[in-house]
């Protein structure tokens, strides 16, 4: 495993967590919906922003995208159900970085302490892991550099 492969893998997380962040509230997407122009807010955000305009215009009830102005005819909000798995896998790696165990004392390193990694049962005479997919370092991983497989000990 290589460092550029946890470097990659951090930003792609990064990535992630920045595209469930709703533009409005600048909070995890709550019920996020998709506008004709593919911007997408929360629910709840749209439509109070859509209510807010509507009575400073008293005028024809067209509504408009925040972001690019696009004008729409008619409230038009399809669920985005893409978004909504993005956000939900978001916050769980979100809840499992938090939660992270610390090592016992005996595993102390120099520096404090660092998090453990558990195994399961039927990988145990597998030591190293691939960072890029999360799971045992695979020959198919392009960034597994030297994969092989350790000798249970």
Known sequence: MTQSCSMESKGLVAELQRAAICPACRGHFKDPVILDCDHSYC?????????AEATKENGPRVVSCPQCKKVFERRNLRTNVKLAVEVKITQHLNAKTAQAPLAPKSKRRRGGWRPTTSIPK?????REFCSCYGDMAK?????????KEARPE
Do not use: L, N, V
């Not at 709840?44 to 859509?50: L, N, V």
């Not at 039927?122 to 597998?126: G, L, M, P, T, V």
């Not at 198919?140 to 030297?146: H, I, L, N, T």
């Open 122 to 126: 039927e990988k145990e005479s597998f």
């Open 43 to 51: 629910r709840a955000c749209i439509t109070r922003y859509w209510d």
């Open 139 to 147: 020959p198919s991983c392009p960034k597994a550099d030297g994969w």
